[in-house]
């Protein structure tokens, strides 16, 4: 089964700066799907942003965007604007969708500084 | 249902006792997972379905570990003789599973399980 890994446990921010959570993968599939969890405290789970890798263009959800390498395996997550809201933890997920096998990252938990 | 339901919301249980967990998935999603999350941990992967088909348990910790999905709908998750290691959050997701565009996991709130 494919791998995540998220190199970085921890992370924080000045409020109002930017950001970049990263995250690599590792599979043989050339489609597949590329999912930011975000987690607050509350421990709900909340889709920040999906990317299908036979789409070149980076996806973008307002302060959020990502940067897919491809030929790297790399699909990391700017956070733009940073604000006190989005301390939380954040893991990155892979999709095969030849059976919806679906893997998570450990995470980054990301503090957002006043 | 509105959204992925799991119960009870808290399990406390005693080393030993066997405990059930179930998850109620959006109806008509296709695809179903569990995974166990410790407190600051990510989502460990444990097994999925595709309708009633288990598709892979290779993430089962060991054979105290099943779970079903008879009818390729509501699922259960049995722990037998429960251990203190086995403490933790236990969350199901369900996707549609049927292809490309949307796709993506909606979550239950999880089920938190204390053995004591």
């Known amino acids: 089964a494919q791998t995540v890994t998220q190199s970085q446990p921890e992370m924080s921010v000045q409020e109002a700066e930017t950001v970049t959570l990263s995250c690599t993968y590792d599979?043989?599939?050339?489609?597949?799907?590329l999912f930011w969890y975000k987690q607050p405290p509350s421990r709900q789970m909340i889709l920040v942003i999906r990317?299908?890798?036979?789409?070149?263009q980076n996806a973008t959800e307002n302060r959020f965007s990502v940067n897919f390498q491809k030929a790297a395996k790399s699909f990391s997550l700017k956070i733009s604007d940073s604000q006190l809201g989005d301390t939380a933890m954040y893991f990155c997920?892979?999709?095969?969708?030849?059976?919806?096998?679906?893997?998570f990252g450990a995470g980054t938990r990301l503090t957002v500084k006043p | 249902g509105a959204g992925v339901s799991q119960s009870p919301r808290y399990k406390v249980t005693k080393r030993g006792q066997d405990v059930a967990l179930r998850c109620d998935p959006i109806?008509?999603?296709?695809?179903l997972y569990w995974y166990r999350q410790a407190l600051g941990q990510g989502p460990e992967f444990l097994t999925y379905?595709?309708?009633?088909?288990?598709?892979?348990k290779s993430g089962l910790p060991n054979d105290r570990f099943s779970a079903e999905r008879p009818e390729g709908s509501i699922s259960t998750l049995t722990i037998q003789r429960t251990e203190q290691r086995d403490s933790a959050m236990y969350r199901c997701?369900?996707?549609?599973?049927?292809?490309?565009?949307?796709?993506?996991?909606?979550f239950g709130s999880g089920t938190q399980l204390s053995v004591l």
């Open positions: 997920a892979f999709m095969n969708p030849y059976n919806n096998d679906m893997r």
């Open positions: 379905f595709n309708y009633e088909a288990q598709q892979d």
């Open positions: 599979t043989s599939e050339n489609n597949y799907y």
């Open positions: 109806s008509g999603h296709v695809s």
């Open positions: 990317q299908e890798a036979y789409k070149q």
């Open positions: 997701a369900s996707s549609l599973g049927t292809g490309p565009t949307n796709e993506k996991l909606f």
